[in-house]
């Protein structure tokens, strides 16, 4: 019993500062491997912690300081760039919060964030959290509206989309077609407006894609290149015979 | 049928289910030739009945003999433990402390992002493509190979056109293209922009489950 006792005492007092400071470790590790110099691992690191002691994931922030860097930006950049970053997940995670989502996954702060940065607004952000009908639709329900907004629909009439999408029971496999629809109708020379109001009306995956809901490869769309982007899918756990199931 | 050796690479993707098109004639005839085959070949195996079924329950059944070691005995029979109530609610602490670290602990070794769609099951073939004349290497770098401009070069093909076809997971990817390992170029084909934070732009594709349309 005593040793037991002693045991328990020990991993309570070790735990929490032992956790936290092998994920810094792991940060270092993962950024040095990538060559960052010691000073700008130094302050990402910092920005990092931060992060994750307000709850944000900061596994996004190493990402986006490793894409700088990447890009071989400069270190100043890539810190003020980060923090940035960090700032936006900050609004990200609140605006999901206003909106009842009081601790969201990694995956819905990361979206919402995106959304802010392309031009969504905090409110529409909460529109989107409100229509989800379930929690695994919300993280690609705010990603669709981002990218619809970047596709140039503007961001009231991309939420717009999405919402509709979601209070008709679309799942997520057909939200996350969206934005291809939408761009198959963008090659086809309809405008933003247009686009938005077929959307909007149910013209999603199966009304406009070729194949329909369950299909695959069809009729190449006006300008499409030679072999169809992405319409080979591959099933886990196997390969797909080459003339189709 | 022809050895498979005598086959180029572009029959081997073809076999290997990757998208049509890129075959010369005479391979895609080879190629059609040798699935038929595989096909029928696979149509005339027999079907195991019920009773392979109950032959490998009744072999799963069987237990193994008792060969357990003193200290593997301690572990496992049933004895009654004594504890004092007091204990409880510091158990129960140490569990929450447990529970509370295990979902927070942020994973920062991990290549790629936590996956956007929570629902994502298939990864989709995603072609490539960038027409770069001038350029000695093309390759392309995002959020799906941790920015690595390396890993995913481009091939040339004719008319100074590069491409690569990349399974992707379905969700949201940003990517570049990187010219001569140096110059990163957004895709002109990709379905959206965004700005990168820093002071580039960033090609966005949604990858859903029937692939990705670009232009």
């Known amino acids: ?245 | 049928m022809r050895p498979h050796d005598e086959f180029g690479p572009d029959a081997h993707r073809y076999l290997d289910g990757e998208p049509h098109g890129e075959l010369r004639p005479d391979d895609q005839v080879r190629a059609d030739r040798l699935a038929a085959a595989l096909r029928a070949y696979c149509a005339r195996l027999p079907v195991p009945g019920a009773e392979v079924d109950d032959a490998v329950m009744a072999a799963v059944r069987v237990r193994s003999p008792e060969r357990r070691a003193p200290g593997w005995r301690w572990l496992v029979e049933p004895r009654v433990v004594r504890i004092r109530p007091v204990w409880v609610p510091v158990l129960a602490a140490a569990a929450a402390v447990v529970f509370w670290l295990g979902p927070r602990a942020w994973t920062p070794g991990a290549p790629e992002r936590p996956p956007i769609a929570a629902a994502a099951r298939d990864t989709v073939y995603v072609r490539f493509e960038l027409v770069a004349a001038g350029a000695r290497t093309v390759a392309v770098a995002g959020s799906f190979n941790d920015w690595r401009p390396e890993a995913l070069p481009l091939a040339r093909r004719e008319g100074g056109a590069w491409s690569i076809t990349v399974p992707l997971p379905i969700g949201e990817h940003e990517y570049q293209f990187v010219l001569d390992g140096e110059r990163w170029v957004p895709d002109p084909t990709a379905q959206a922009h965004a700005d990168d934070g820093f002071g580039g732009t960033n090609s966005v594709i949604v990858v859903g489950p029937k692939g990705v349309v670009r232009s």
Request: net charge positive; glycine share 16%; hydrophobic share 45%.
């Open chain 1, 1 to 245: 019993m005593r040793t037991i006792r002693g045991l328990l005492m020990a991993a309570l007092c070790a735990a929490t500062p032992a956790g936290l400071a092998a994920q810094q470790a792991e940060v270092r590790t993962r950024l040095e491997a990538r060559g960052l110099p010691a000073d700008l691992v130094q302050s990402v690191t910092e920005v990092a912690a931060a992060a994750d002691a307000q709850g944000l994931p900061a596994v996004a922030i190493v990402d986006k300081a490793i894409e700088g860097w990447a890009k071989r930006v400069p270190a100043p950049r890539v810190v003020a760039a980060v923090r940035q970053y960090a700032a936006r997940l900050g609004e990200g995670r609140d605006a999901v919060g206003a909106a009842g989502l009081a601790r969201p996954p990694e995956a819905v702060v990361i979206a919402a964030a995106e959304a802010l940065g392309r031009g969504i607004g905090a409110e529409q952000v909460g529109q989107i959290v409100r229509a989800a009908g379930e929690p695994a639709a919300l993280a690609p329900g705010l990603v669709v509206a981002a990218a619809l907004a970047a596709q140039g629909l503007g961001g009231e009439r991309a939420v717009g989309v999405v919402v509709e999408a979601m209070r008709a029971g679309r799942p997520v496999d057909e939200l996350l077609d969206l934005p291809s629809v939408a761009r198959e109708m963008q090659l086809r020379g309809m405008n933003a407006a247009e686009i938005g109001r077929r959307m909007m009306r149910g013209g999603g995956p199966g009304a406009t894609r070729p194949g329909g809901a369950a299909g695959g490869a069809g009729p190449r769309p006006p300008g499409m290149p030679g072999g169809l982007p992405g319409q080979g899918t591959k099933q886990p756990g196997g390969r797909r015979p080459p003339g189709g199931a």
